[in-house]
């Protein structure tokens, strides 16, 4: 072969290099996929591929030429990806060494990097699957409906009157003891707001300070102003900037949001700076509403006090109360469980939950303590910054507490007589052989939060750290990008310039 | 004559290499990941140094 034909040759298949390099950089077609395996596939270019390790080390077991073992709850992978994508479909392989103890396996994208929210969607539902098998099952899609009673024959007959007619589904009228859901995001628009208010209870000016992001339910009359008025300190003991994102909801709607800058920067150097935000958002609705109210910040911020606001303010999930003078706390709550945190060691303590004791012991570690008498409970903490989480609500008072959300079917569920009808969005695994399981979820990436290229991904099996119940072994994480192809793009690029 | 081609030949090879490089390297600082993702750069060093060598 002479020189020049071989240098020929080797040009060409350098502009394929350069061609294939600027391919996968774009992925024209808008689909691209990626597979990480346990153990790993010998690779014979040696890159290190887009699907990072699962962290974090002390809750994964990773070994050559093993599968990934998790051992604790949540863990987490990042993906690179070269572009933005809209969805991403994430299957995951695996077999299930778990007890009873940990029926949920949950697999989610980040959305909200300063209140590390995660959109999840299940991988197993073991509740689903095996606990109500006397029940009368429809599944349209992944629409799963359970009835204890065979009174809907087509799911469509039963959203149509969950929608139409939401009073006559249950016996009683009471839609909230009588429907159980999961993972119903997607079906919320046939879902009722179910507040079964007949008084607004009245807003009383709460001055326990709260630190970084809460969310709070609220409720406010036809054609009544939504004003607040709230005082914030930034404790300035990061050198971030600590901007204040205030928004209000009303159903899956944002109706309103401001951003209060932090003009002063973020000097780290601990000088408290206090500020007040009065806020006036004039509601055109026409009826008695229900609203949500987010305060997303980071832990620099705490919010001193709440001034004034429509009505009485539940705090949704979570709490965390600091700097209190007048001890001890208390808080109400409906919920069966709460799971208490604290990273201060002054504030190790014994807490009340239901008129039981609990010992919190140590900081830095999260303890869960259940409750199962039914109705209000009262949660007493002697000492404050203590960071409370629930599945539902907390209140300031037990004459302002009222839970909106519907039973959901979670690990902490307990089986009602009352309970009717169960509504999820779910698939079962498939079984495929070897005791492996491989399940499926498809997750919006729209507004997932990316940094560095790379989207954070969880996979959380509820109360797997708390109860030491077995693990669970992965074999692959397959993760299918999908979104805007470059024809796409080129298209609304040129639609643009015509309008 | 013999020896002459097969030097070319491996002079040749020794530029493709460094054309390979730079366009990793390049794409790689462009677009971070791009390239480190799928290929270790070490390996495209270690070809190109092993034509450098038979090129001396």
């Known amino acids: 072969m002479s020189s020049k034909r071989l240098r020929l040759i080797l040009l060409i298949f350098w502009l394929i290099l350069a061609g294939l390099i600027v391919w996968l950089k774009v992925v024209p077609l808008g689909h691209v996929t990626y597979i990480k395996s346990y153990p790993a596939?010998?690779?014979?270019?040696?890159?290190?591929?887009?699907?990072?390790?699962?962290?974090?080390?002390?809750?994964v077991s990773i070994y050559p030429g093993q599968q990934a073992v998790i051992t604790g709850d949540p863990v987490y992978f990042s993906v690179f990806t070269p572009r933005t994508f809209s969805e991403a479909k994430v299957t995951v392989t695996y077999q299930d060494n778990l007890s009873i103890a940990t029926p949920i396996i949950e697999a989610g994208v980040l959305v909200d990097n300063v209140i590390w929210r995660y959109q999840l969607a299940p991988l197993e539902n073991k509740l689903l699957d095996t606990g109500f098998k006397d029940w009368y099952k429809i599944q349209s899609g992944s629409t799963l409906l359970l009835q204890k009673n065979n009174n809907f024959t087509k799911l469509a007959d039963f959203l149509d009157n969950l929608k139409a007619k939401p009073a006559t589904i249950c016996k009683d009228g009471n839609l909230?003891?009588?429907?159980?859901?999961?993972?119903?995001?997607?079906?919320?628009?046939?879902?009722?707001?179910?507040?079964?208010?007949?008084?607004?209870?009245?807003f009383k000016a709460i001055n326990i300070p709260l630190q970084g992001a809460h969310q709070f339910y609220f409720l406010a009359k036809a054609d009544q102003a939504l004003k607040f008025d709230f005082d914030f300190a930034d404790l300035n003991l990061d050198k971030k900037s600590d901007p204040v994102v205030i928004s209000v909801y009303k159903g899956n709607d944002k109706i309103y949001s401001t951003t209060i800058l932090d003009n002063f920067g973020g000097d780290g150097l601990g000088q408290v700076r206090n500020f007040s935000v009065p806020l006036v958002y004039p509601t055109l609705s026409s009826s008695t509403d229900?609203?949500?109210?987010?305060?997303?910040?980071?832990?620099?911020?705490?919010?001193?006090?709440?001034?004034?606001?429509?009505?009485?303010?539940?705090?949704?999930?979570?709490?965390?109360?600091?700097?209190?003078?007048?001890?001890?706390?208390?808080?109400?709550?409906?919920?069966?469980?709460?799971?208490?945190?604290?990273?201060?060691?002054?504030?190790?303590?014994?807490?009340?939950?239901?008129?039981?004791?609990?010992?919190?012991?140590?900081?830095?570690?999260?303890?869960?303590?259940?409750?199962?008498?039914?109705?209000?409970?009262?949660?007493?903490?002697?000492?404050?910054?203590v960071i409370l989480e629930t599945d539902g609500i907390f209140s300031f008072s037990p004459t302002s507490f009222f839970n909106p959300e519907?039973?959901?079917?979670?690990?902490?569920?307990?089986l009602s007589d009352d309970a009717q009808y169960i509504l999820a969005n779910y698939e079962t695994p498939k079984n495929l052989t070897g005791n492996l399981k491989q399940a499926l979820v498809t997750l919006n990436t729209q507004a997932a939060y990316r940094e560095n290229g790379k989207y954070s991904?969880?996979?959380?099996?509820?109360?797997?750290?708390?109860?030491?119940?077995?693990?669970?072994?992965?074999?692959?994480?397959?993760?299918?990008?999908?979104?805007?192809?470059?024809?796409?793009?080129?298209?609304?690029k040129m639609l643009s310039y015509v309008n | 004559?013999?020896?002459?081609?097969?030097?070319?030949?491996?002079?040749?090879?020794?530029?493709?290499?460094?054309?390979?490089?730079?366009?990793?390297?390049?794409?790689?600082?462009?677009?971070?990941?791009?390239?480190?993702?799928?290929?270790?750069?070490?390996?495209?060093f270690v070809w190109w140094v092993i034509s450098w060598f038979l090129l001396l």
Not at chain 1, 341 to 363: D, E, R
């Open chain 1, 406 to 414: 519907f039973k959901k079917l979670d690990q902490h569920f307990v």
């Open chain 1, 457 to 492: 991904f969880m996979i959380s099996v509820p109360g797997l750290s708390l109860v030491k119940s077995g693990n669970m072994t992965i074999s692959e994480i397959k993760v299918e990008f999908s979104g805007r192809t470059l024809w796409d793009k080129i298209k609304d």
């Open chain 1, 290 to 385: 229900l609203y949500k109210l987010e305060i997303k910040a980071g832990e620099d911020i705490v919010i001193k006090k709440i001034n004034k606001a429509p009505s009485a303010l539940n705090v949704i999930s979570k709490l965390h109360p600091v700097t209190v003078t007048d001890l001890p706390l208390s808080f109400w709550t409906d919920s069966s469980f709460i799971k208490v945190t604290t990273n201060n060691p002054a504030s190790v303590q014994t807490l009340s939950f239901g008129s039981k004791s609990f010992l919190l012991t140590a900081a830095y570690q999260q303890f869960e303590f259940s409750n199962n008498t039914k109705g209000l409970k009262e949660v007493i903490l002697n000492h404050d910054d």
């Open chain 1, 41 to 59: 596939k010998f690779n014979i270019l040696g890159g290190k591929g887009f699907i990072d390790n699962l962290t974090p080390v002390d809750r």
């Open chain 1, 176 to 202: 909230k003891t009588c429907l159980v859901l999961y993972n119903t995001e997607s079906l919320n628009s046939y879902l009722p707001v179910t507040n079964n208010l007949e008084k607004i209870p009245d």
């Open chain 2, 1 to 44: 004559m013999l020896i002459k081609l097969k030097k070319d030949l491996i002079k040749e090879i020794f530029y493709f290499f460094s054309a390979v490089l730079v366009l990793f390297v390049l794409s790689e600082i462009i677009w971070p990941n791009s390239i480190l993702a799928y290929v270790n750069l070490n390996y495209v």
